[in-house]
């Protein structure tokens, strides 16, 4: 009899996974619309605009899109060293606290950038994506992604077909799943595509509140008056409870 998955660590629940999504979506949409129509999180389109500018040799021009691409490879770099040094058995916090954190602080500085240094702001924003795309790689035991939504779409529409064609309860699960990830990425491209209207530069603030939220969520709440907290991820296990497994 089909049992539904529950996440085994808080970074691994469907909460978790919509807070970041929605982040991501808020981040693509901020750079796109306040700082010069760089995507922040999907680099094909920027390699691909990178190329068509070399074809037609205007270096400067492909210069603004290598940057993104180089400050995403340094991010996912950044979030293997990160995982390294700081993968710990802590019974409070995880090592994936120290990347909510990193970008958290990166994106408040970001938001204090003028629009003359946008390509700084573009890469700082694209280094905080791949960090976070890299450490967040589960959700509920399924491969996904918080930054950009080809890889989710393609699950859930697989995951649709094989519903569909044998009723299997696990495939519906992970068809709505995938669904709500990719809508919260979508809400939060809207939130961000209309604040950037009224707030300019200081829309990508309110990625701040919502990845620190994500990280009091994966905290190992003690307290029994707090231990809600830590119910409302939905995971198995806290955060902090670290298996055997090197890739955790």
């Not at 996974?17 to 094909?44: E, M």
């Not at 700081?86 to 990193?102: D, E, G, K």
């Not at 035991?141 to 094989?162: F, P």
């Not at 068809?175 to 939060?188: D, E, N, Q, S």
Request: overall charge neutral.
């Amino acid at each position: 009899m089909y049992r539904k998955h529950r996440a085994k660590q808080a970074s691994d629940s469907l909460l978790i996974g919509c807070l970041l999504s929605a982040s991501g979506g808020l981040q693509d949409a901020y750079t796109y619309n306040v700082r010069g129509q760089v995507y922040a999180n999907a680099q094909t389109g920027n390699i691909v605009l990178m190329g068509q500018n070399l074809a037609h040799g205007d270096w400067m021009e492909a210069g603004r899109y290598l940057l993104p691409v180089a400050a995403f490879a340094l991010g996912i770099y950044t979030a293997e060293a990160i995982r390294h040094r700081f993968h710990t058995r802590s019974i409070v916090t995880h090592w994936r606290h120290s990347i909510l954190l990193l970008e958290t602080g990166v994106l408040a500085l970001v938001a204090f950038l003028p629009q003359s240094l946008n390509f700084l702001a573009n890469f700082l924003v694209s280094f905080v994506c791949a960090i976070q795309v890299e450490s967040f790689r589960q959700l509920e035991g399924n491969a996904y992604a918080t930054t950009m939504c080809i890889g989710n779409l393609r699950s859930c529409v697989e995951n649709l077909y094989y519903w569909r064609s044998t009723g299997d309860p696990e495939r519906r699960h992970r068809t709505l799943i995938y669904g709500v990830v990719i809508l919260f990425f979508m809400v939060g491209a809207a939130v961000g595509g209309k604040l950037s209207d009224s707030f300019g530069q200081w829309t990508v603030l309110l990625c701040c509140p919502i990845l620190l939220t994500a990280a009091v969520l994966m905290l190992r709440i003690r307290n029994r008056h707090l231990r809600f907290i830590t119910l409302l991820s939905g995971a198995e296990e806290d955060e902090a409870i670290v298996t055997a497994d090197p890739e955790d």
